[in-house]
């Protein structure tokens, strides 16, 4: 955060003066209902929640669903391909619906057939196996598929399927399609067997910048051209992006292919497009595969087949979503009877787009460097240049990208939803970052691959920021979103941070109600029973004595045993060591639940023995962490090895048992998965499913990682490991162990201490610290951050592995005592980390032998091995991993 006094560049623009100092008259909204009634009633989910990616899937609203719930309910529809009753209705609401999504396009059945398909991706592959590609060969130079760079993927993926047709495949820049304008007409025959398709997008989905609709016709008339060859040249416009919020006119603008997804449109149904086809290059397709439906008549004992006339029968195969297809009238009369149609859609939405990006241009650090770098072709003047997108990165006050996955999480701890990365359009991320070719083929090398969150290799970018609005999006959303990019990067004039929304404001930072103080930790301990192995005990509500294996210690009595006074502390922070031991052992035997501590605990081959052994779900068996459901933290989970079971507590909820292990007999495997891996778990029933629901308030189950299964870590690891062998793991997101340093929390403390007029007040208490970073294994003795450097550890007679950093996501926000939110860990981690928020380092066992137990021990000596004295063989380059302290 820029430090000092806040210069005008920090204000929030007025979106008063933004429309009084407009040339062209700006709207706003819909008439006379007010927008924000309009989404009380119909976007209710939104309450609290800025919602920005609407390029990505915008919104259904509430009646669009109860509709279309409704008419499922009143009316019975058969298959289409039937010839009862049911079947007809249903076969004549789809005619219909082709009518009617026609006529959303301002055209006629005459003049275009509607083809559905799962989704535009599935138009475009069906246009790339259907066009009559010519072949280049001995005597023709054959067929050219030109697409603008500035592409979706699932368009540049057309490529290999011209490939396969031997077609060459040409990238046209836009720049490039520029110049061929001004170069005016080439040859142009009609008549040529030799046919041509250019594609491109009526709205980059990247920048938003929109392409003229005219080039349609310039290119099918031969006036322009993207390269110079003979031949009769053919359109796809992709309309996915543009129609979600412009009305798109086929009637003044006939290109021959426009492939749509109605989800961009109106929100539901998902998993349903469109390819509309002009009549005129109908017959022209080519087709080799039929599936049901679509033949006319056909031999299965001979090699005998007749297609359906209508191309819509031809191309349709099998039996179509209909239901889907039903549901697209409710998302069409939605739309309409909400906001008047899709020119109203376009003057709103470009308002909005208008006005944040004014106010995000006018933002600048005290020193006058601006805060973000927007990246478009257009200057944001109409809505014939730019869609309802801004893209962009945040920067700092030297002008260094701030990688966008510390944006995004920033972003969602104020409850704002944005999109990151290169959103499915490598040319224009490529085109806009500066990245060559060279360093794409580089950082694949290094690890990073579409869709992760590797967002800076060697200090440059790999991807961008956007935000996008759909027809319900408000002047709030807005302006939330602008409050937020203040808030993290700009001071107030008395050098605090500029205050944010209040909590029941959309865009404030997500707090949920505060929760009765209840203590992390509770003094029980185990006690090794006569005749027992040290691996099993019993409860007792006696204090710890000498001899006890205690468990559970509060951790205001293990910050005492730590002994880490002020003074102390700052002896370690410059450089007076202490003996490198352990200080604390945590497991956590329910994942994202509360931390176990323990002084002693048995190893097993997936680290400490249960910890994240059981994951509670939702109702549709899809894990819950801390980042949908902070409440888990307030969760208790207690061992007790002698009696085999595991007691739970929560506050208000009678204490339930649980065994450790699953009755062999009755255990029903099922298939679930952490962090992309199949895990092989099973229920532990309905008593321990409805004591979870009740506390949660919807329907929840608690299952345990099957016995039997073994999870292998992605990646392999180990010096003293044969090549191949790779390390188990339990439901852990990354590795077995997670540990970190006392130094490097009080370091974090110092930064986050702040003062008033009378005396330092510690917001952040060293025990509040620890549990937030939700590690295995606490060490002393060290310098802050010291352990990142390491190679390998000894801990007593034990050897681990170290994998490398923990790189954190915004569950350290969340207070373990409360489940409340506090940004400011993260946001300062971020600073002081160079922007990547690190914390801790991953461990995994070398070579464990567990014929005879093996234990962690409080006190046990911490013997740390440098990198530069490790020799790694075998091992390949460590990729980021991601956050295990679920």
């Known amino acids: 955060m820029a430090s000092g006094a806040a210069e005008p560049g920090a204000e929030l623009l007025s979106f008063t003066r933004f429309r009084d100092s407009s040339a062209a008259r700006l709207a706003y909204g819909y008439g006379p209902r007010s927008l924000l009634e309009m989404r009380e009633s119909e976007f209710g989910r939104l309450a609290g929640t800025v919602y920005l990616d609407h390029a990505g899937a915008t919104l259904f609203s509430q009646s669009q669903l109860t509709n279309f719930t409704n008419d499922l309910m009143e009316n019975i529809y058969g298959n289409p391909h039937s010839q009862n009753i049911t079947s007809k209705l249903t076969h004549d609401t789809v005619e219909h619906m082709r009518y009617r999504i026609l006529a959303h396009f301002h055209t006629t059945p005459e003049e275009y057939s509607v083809i559905f398909t799962a989704g535009s991706t599935a138009a475009l592959k069906l246009v790339a196996e259907a066009f009559p590609w010519v072949s280049r060969g001995p005597d023709s130079s054959g067929s050219q598929f030109c697409y603008l760079t500035d592409s979706h993927t ?52 990247f920048s938003g910048t929109r392409y003229p609709l005219s080039w349609i016709g310039e290119v099918k008339s031969g006036r322009m051209s993207p390269v110079s060859v003979p031949g009769k040249w053919f359109v796809l416009l992709d309309a996915a992006s543009y129609v979600s919020s412009s009305p798109l006119d086929l009637s003044a603008h006939q290109a021959d292919f426009v492939p749509i997804s109605f989800y961009k449109i109106f929100g539901f149904p998902t998993g349903l497009g469109a390819l509309l086809v002009n009549n005129h290059v109908a017959t022209l397709l080519r087709k080799n595969y039929f599936g049901g439906g679509t033949a006319a008549a056909y031999l299965a004992g001979e090699d005998f087949y007749i297609p359906r006339q209508s191309v819509t029968e031809r191309f349709e195969d099998g039996t179509i979503s209909f239901l889907d297809i039903i549901a697209l009238k409710h998302g069409f009369d939605a739309l309409e009877h909400l906001t008047g149609g899709m020119e109203n859609i376009r003057q709103h939405t470009f308002t909005l787009t208008q006005y944040t990006y004014a106010a995000l241009s006018s933002l600048h650090y005290p020193n006058g460097a601006p805060v973000v ?227 002693k605990w048995p190893l097993s081959k997936q680290g400490l023995l249960y910890d994240r052994s059981w994951m509670v779900v939702n109702h549709n068996g899809v894990c819950l962490s801390q980042k949908q459901e902070p409440r888990l933290c307030l969760i208790q989970p207690f061992i007790d090895l002698q009696q085999r079971i595991m007691v739970i507590k929560a506050q208000g909820m009678e204490p339930i048992e649980v065994p450790l292990e699953e009755d062999s007999e009755r255990a029903q495997i099922c298939q679930s998965k952490v962090c992309a891996d199949r895990v092989n778990t099973y229920d532990c029933g309905e008593k321990i499913a409805s004591w979870l629901s009740r506390f949660f308030g919807r329907p929840c189950h608690l299952i345990k990682q099957s016995s039997s299964f073994q999870r292998n870590a992605k990646k392999k690891h180990g010096k003293d490991q044969p090549f191949g062998t790779t390390a188990t793991l339990s439901l852990v997101n990354e590795a077995q162990y997670l540990l970190i340093n006392t130094s490097s929390i009080l370091e974090l403390q110092q930064q986050l201490c702040i003062s008033d007029e009378n005396e330092k007040e510690e917001l952040f208490p060293m025990k509040d610290l620890i549990s937030r970073f939700r590690a295995n294994i606490i060490t002393n003795g060290t310098r802050a951050f010291e352990e990142e450097k390491w190679g390998e550890i000894s801990i007593g007679s034990l050897h681990f592995q170290v994998l490398g950093p923990c790189h954190r996501c915004q569950m350290i ?59 790694f063989h075998n091992l390949p380059a460590l990729k980021k991993y991601q956050d295990v302290t679920s």
């Open 154 to 205: 699932s368009v540049v993926g057309m490529r290999n399927v011209a490939k396969a047709m031997n077609v060459t495949s040409t990238p046209v820049r836009p720049e490039d399609m520029w110049s061929a304008k001004e170069q005016g007409a080439v040859a142009c025959e009609p008549d040529s067997r030799l046919l041509h398709l250019f594609c491109y997008p009526a709205q980059s989905n």
């Open 373 to 599: 770098r927007i990246y478009s072709d257009s200057d944001f003047s109409s809505p014939d240049v730019q869609g309802p997108v801004i893209n962009f990165n945040v920067l700092d006050d030297n002008g260094n990208i701030i990688g966008y996955s510390q944006v995004d999480k920033m972003a969602s701890l104020y409850n704002i939803h944005l999109r990151t990365g290169c959103f499915c359009n490598t040319g224009a991320c490529q085109r806009h970052l500066g990245i060559s070719n060279e360093k794409v083929k580089k950082h694949l090398q290094a690890g990073h691959v579409c869709g992760d969150d590797v967002d800076l290799i060697d200090g440059q970018p790999t991807g961008s920021v956007r935000v996008s609005f759909g027809y319900m999006s408000t002047l709030e959303d807005a302006q939330a979103f602008l409050k937020f990019i203040i808030a993290t990067r700009l001071s107030s004039p008395d050098g605090q941070p500029v205050p944010h929304a209040s909590p029941r404001e959309a865009g404030a930072p997500a707090a949920e109600g505060k929760v009765q103080d209840m203590p992390a930790v509770t003094g029980r301990c185990l006690l090794p029973q006569e005749g027992t192995g040290t691996d099993s005990a019993v409860w007792t509500d006696s204090h710890p004595a000498s001899n006890t294996i205690c468990l559970h210690l509060p951790l205001s009595e293990a910050t005492r045993t730590q002994q880490i006074s002020s003074e102390k502390a700052a002896g370690v922070l410059h450089g007076d060591h202490g003996p490198h031991v352990v200080t604390n052992i945590y497991l956590y035997p329910i994942k994202s639940c509360a931390a176990f501590e323990v002084t």
């Open 813 to 871: 926000c969340i207070d373990q005592k409360t489940g409340q939110r506090n940004q400011d860990i993260f946001q300062k981690l971020s600073e002081s980390r160079q922007r990547k928020v690190n914390f801790g380092v991953y461990l995994m066992h070398e070579s464990l032998d567990l014929s005879s137990p093996c234990f962690l021990s409080v006190g046990s000596q911490v013997l740390p091995v440098c990198k530069e004295n490790v020799e």
